[in-house]
């Protein structure tokens, strides 16, 4: 029987407990619908007895940071105050896998431990949407994305919550098949598993945005009309504003422009439609604004890196 895959958990204090379960659970449902052990896991922490999550509780571990045993992976998850926990006995685990080969990942907002340690420079990383613009500023070498996570460099990277179990799924995918990963995420009723293509549910616009009356208008005017998608003129219009204004709006708030924030919401509607129900690629791309399904095909490929079909085909 071959060996289980080992997953050595790196618990640094405070660490956000639902990435934490989203971590372990898959691989434990994994197990349950194989019928045999296809994953092991063990939990480190500094002092080598609990880590606390920030939630309060606290989880027993197998080990300290001194003592990793021999994995075929090795995740540091941390949560709130990452800043404040890159320790001595932290770092020194983490350069004496790194010197060992031992293939190394972040969740939640533990990319920025990854990324302090010179880890991530020139490579694509994911972290929480909370820590994106102090992210950028600090580590200008990295290359940050608003991907759910980041699974083809060096260092996987998830962004946590949920996105965590995103990561898991796939995996789970890639080391045992896709009915497997898929037969896991439905034990989790969790019936839409994202790639990472899928942006994070950054609400820019709740956090800055939807402060102001006219860009909220404005976005909202846009959600209504997806399937009939009207200008940015059209919109300012309405909303009683000029164009230029419009375009600062989103500019300052969004730091894009109307048209492309428009065309983003489309796509990721049709995203969904494509993953969650059964509509073809001609009604999807209609019921998303686009007049002609070559069209749509183009945009959508540019936009995810697949087309409308391929991306039905692998969820089928």
């Given at each position: ?188 009723v969790y019936s839409s598993a994202r ?110 890196g697949v087309t409308p079909m391929a ?6």
């Amino acid at each position: 029987m071959p060996t289980p895959q080992h997953i050595v958990f790196a618990l640094v204090e405070d660490f956000t407990h639902i990435a934490f379960s989203c971590a372990v659970e898959p691989l434990r449902i994994a197990n349950f619908i194989a019928g045999k052990d296809l994953y092991r896991w063990s939990f480190l922490s500094e002092d080598g007895q609990t880590a606390k999550s920030s939630n309060g509780s606290r989880t027993l571990v197998h080990g300290s940071f001194d003592s990793v045993p021999a994995c075929d992976r090795l995740f540091v998850l941390s949560g709130l105050g990452m800043r404040d926990r890159i320790t001595k006995p932290l770092i020194a685990m983490l350069r004496r896998e790194r010197y060992r080969g031992r293939p190394i990942g972040a969740l939640c907002s533990a990319s920025w431990i990854l990324a302090h340690l010179g880890f991530l420079d020139g490579r694509r990383a994911a972290i929480h949407w909370d820590y994106h613009d102090s992210f950028a500023e600090t580590f200008p070498k990295v290359t940050l994305v608003r991907n759910v996570f980041v699974a083809d460099e060096k260092y996987l990277t998830a962004s946590g919550g949920t996105a965590t179990a995103d990561l898991m799924l796939h995996l789970i995918e890639l080391d045992h098949g896709a009915d497997l990963s898929t037969a896991v995420a439905d034990q989790m009723v969790y019936s839409s598993a994202r790639e990472a293509s899928a942006e994070q549910r950054v609400s820019i616009q709740s956090r800055m945005g939807m402060r102001n009356v006219h860009l909220s208008s404005a976005i909202k005017r846009m959600k209504d009309r997806i399937e009939d998608p009207i200008s940015p003129a059209t919109i300012a219009s309405e909303i009683g504003i000029s164009t230029r204004q419009l375009e600062r709006l989103f500019g300052q708030h969004l730091n894009t422009s109307p048209k492309k924030y428009y065309m983003q919401l489309r796509l990721d509607r049709a995203r969904h439609l494509l993953i969650q129900t059964e509509s073809s690629v001609i009604d999807v791309a209609y019921a998303c604004g686009f007049e002609s399904p070559g069209h749509f095909s183009r945009v959508y490929r540019s936009a995810f890196g697949v087309t409308p079909m391929a991306q039905r085909s692998r969820i089928s």
